[in-house]
């Protein structure tokens, strides 16, 4: 079964420009997480999708967006970009029946996004 | 306010001893999930294990094991006979029931020395 896969890999943006991450998960899986991760703040929570709904938030600015598509795949928007937002963006799938027992969350490779 | 302490951010050792990671969690939740995961070089997060709260059972696979005591909100992981591919970041984290929200610790830097 192949894992979760990120695209790009690595991406150099300008302050000031957007960019937009995707995500594949898990054949089968419908929940999907993004987490960014700065040496200084560690890993932290941006969203989660489920069935093309967000279902949980982090505390993060407005600037950060995400959406999911009916087949499961995911993307984050991150508008007028700032030096702050140089990261690693992991993205995670889960499987998740509503009202069932909660699975754990498998990771894909992460983009790292430098922004000059 | 969830939140998880791992207050050893480097620990090296030399292959073949034992090594203790601790995680120490706050929740206010009864029911909760604490997760073991391991960030090797490469930078993808590898799930270890899943323990929910009302299992206190102690787990062990292979060289590792995870000790889970609700009475000191710690759930601590050790690696038996350590080996230089153990090396990694491992991060212990927290979720509340239903919710696939992650609350990570800031990660422990493992280097296993030849």
């Known amino acids: 079964k192949a894992g979760v896969t990120q695209t790009p890999r690595y991406l150099i943006k300008t302050r000031g420009q957007q960019v937009t991450l995707s995500c594949s998960p898990i054949?089968?899986?419908?929940?999907v997480s993004w987490y960014q991760q700065t040496p200084g703040q560690g890993l932290q929570f941006l969203f989660e999708?489920?069935?093309?709904?967000?279902?949980n938030k982090g505390n993060f600015p407005g600037r950060f967006s995400g959406r999911q598509f009916s087949n499961s795949r995911s993307e984050m928007n991150v508008s007028t970009l700032e030096l702050g937002d140089s990261a690693l963006y992991l993205c995670?799938?889960?499987?998740?029946?509503?009202?069932?027992?909660?699975?754990?969350?498998?990771f894909g490779p992460g983009t790292r996004l430098t922004v000059t | 306010a969830q939140k998880v302490t791992q207050a050893q951010t480097e620990i090296s050792v030399v292959e073949k001893e034992d090594v203790t990671l601790d995680c120490v969690y706050e929740t206010r939740d009864t029911t909760y999930y604490l997760f073991w995961y391991k960030q090797p070089p490469s930078g993808e997060l590898v799930f270890l294990i899943r323990r929910n709260s009302f299992d206190e059972q102690n787990e062990i696979s292979g060289r590792y094991s995870w000790n889970f005591q609700k009475s000191t909100s710690s759930f601590n992981f050790t690696i038996t006979a350590s080996q230089v591919v153990d090396s990694a970041v491992y991060f212990c984290a927290l979720s509340e029931a239903g919710a696939q929200k992650l609350v990570f610790g800031q990660g422990t830097r493992l280097t296993i020395n030849p």
């Open positions: 054949s089968g899986h419908r929940s």
């Open positions: 995670a799938s889960s499987w998740d029946l509503a009202g069932g027992p909660w699975y754990e969350q498998y």
């Open positions: 999708y489920f069935s093309e709904t967000q279902r």
